[in-house]
Nanobody, 121 residues
Framework: QVQLVESGGGSVQAGGSLRLSCAASGYTSMAWFRQAPGKEREGVAGIRPDLGEQYYADSVKGRFTISRDIAKKMLYLQMNSLKPEDTAMYYC??????????????????WGRGTQVTVFS
């Protein structure tokens, strides 16, 4: 069974940066989601290297950058200017169903176990 493995989470002061990584291979369209306690899982950023396109939630535009290193089989999420409201478990997702939008959890059938990001003020 194919697995996705996230890393790079941690605790950081507001205004700081973190870079999340996801070891993945054989996928084109992928995304990062996050889920805060008591909230729905939400799409943060998506990527389609075959089209050269990236997608972002409004709440992270201008602060987060999603990228893919095909040769290293890695997916990244660079997070800058972090805010306390960014605190959540972050998940890597792959194996896209194009019948759903990139930010819909139903669009992906393969998920990692998550990495915790905590931003304190």
């Amino acid at each position: 069974q194919v697995q996705l493995v996230e890393s790079g989470g941690g605790s950081v002061q507001a205004g700081g940066s973190l870079r999340l990584s996801c070891a993945a291979s054989g996928y084109t369209s992928m995304a990062w989601f996050r889920q805060a306690p008591g909230k729905e899982r939400e799409g943060v950023a998506g990527i389609r290297p075959d089209l050269g396109e990236q997608y972002y939630a409004d709440s992270v535009k201008g602060r987060f950058t999603i990228s893919r290193d095909i040769a290293k089989k890695m997916l990244y999420l660079q997070m800058n200017s972090l805010k306390p409201e960014d605190t959540a478990m972050y998940y890597c997702a792959a194996d896209r169903n194009y019948g759903y939008g990139w930010a819909d959890t139903r669009a992906f059938s393969t998920w990692g176990r998550g990495t915790q990001v905590t931003v304190f003020s």
